[in-house]
C-alpha cells in the first residue's frame, strides 16, 4: 500500500546544492514526488512543524535555522515510503547515528544541520503534510 511522507531539504542543503542529490536518492528508491516547492518558512510555520521540540533547549535555535533561508519540500510517496525515506536520510546525528551510504552520514557533521528532515511516524505525516501542503 502506497503511503505520504513530508520531505524537506533544509537551508542547509539548498545552500550546499544538494538538492539534486537528494531528489535523485529519493527517485532511485523507487519513490515519486506527489508535489514539490522551493519555499521561505513562515515563522508560524515552524513554530508547528516542530511544536514537538518546544521544550528543548534548542528549539529557538531550530527555528532561526530553518527560517534562515529557502528549503525545498516534498510530498514523497510510495510503498512506505515513511521508514524508506527515513532510512535514505540516516539517523538525526549525522556521526554517531547517521551510516555512510544514507544522505546525512555521507554529506553532513552536525545535528544542527543534517540536511534533511523526513516525517517519523504516520501520525506525523499526515499532521506535517497538511501544514505544508493543504491543497494536496
Ligand atoms: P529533524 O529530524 O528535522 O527534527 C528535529 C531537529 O532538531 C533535528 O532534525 C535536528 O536538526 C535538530 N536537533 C536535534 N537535536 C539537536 C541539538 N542537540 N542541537 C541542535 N539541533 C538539534
Redesign the pocket.
Known amino acids: 500500500m502506497s503511503e505520504r511522507t513530508l520531505v524537506?531539504v533544509?537551508p542547509d542543503g539548498v545552500k550546499r546544492g544538494l538538492v539534486g542529490e537528494v531528489i535523485s536518492r529519493i527517485e532511485r528508491k523507487g519513490l515519486t514526488l506527489a508535489a514539490m516547492d522551493l519555499r521561505n518558512v513562515e515563522r508560524s510555520v515552524a513554530e508547528e512543524h516542530?511544536a514537538e521540540?518546544k521544550e528543548?533547549p534548542?528549539f529557538g535555535?531550530?527555528l532561526e535555522f530553518i527560517t534562515s533561508g529557502p528549503v525545498v519540500a516534498m510530498a514523497v510517496e510510495g510503498p512506505r515510503a515513511i521508514t524508506a525515506f527515513r532510512q535514505l536520510a540516516g539517523g538525526?546525528d549525522p556521526v554517531e547515528k547517521a551510516t555512510p551510504g544514507t544522505i546525512r552520514g555521507d554529506f553532513a557533521l552536525e545535528?544542527?544541520?543534517?540536511l534533511v528532515?523526513?516525517s517519523?511516524s504516520a501520525e506525523s505525516a499526515e499532521r506535517e503534510l497538511k501544514l505544508w501542503f493543504p491543497d494536496l
Open positions: 524537506l533544509k516542530y521540540h528543548k534548542f535555535e531550530l538525526t545535528t544542527q544541520f543534517n528532515h523526513g517519523d
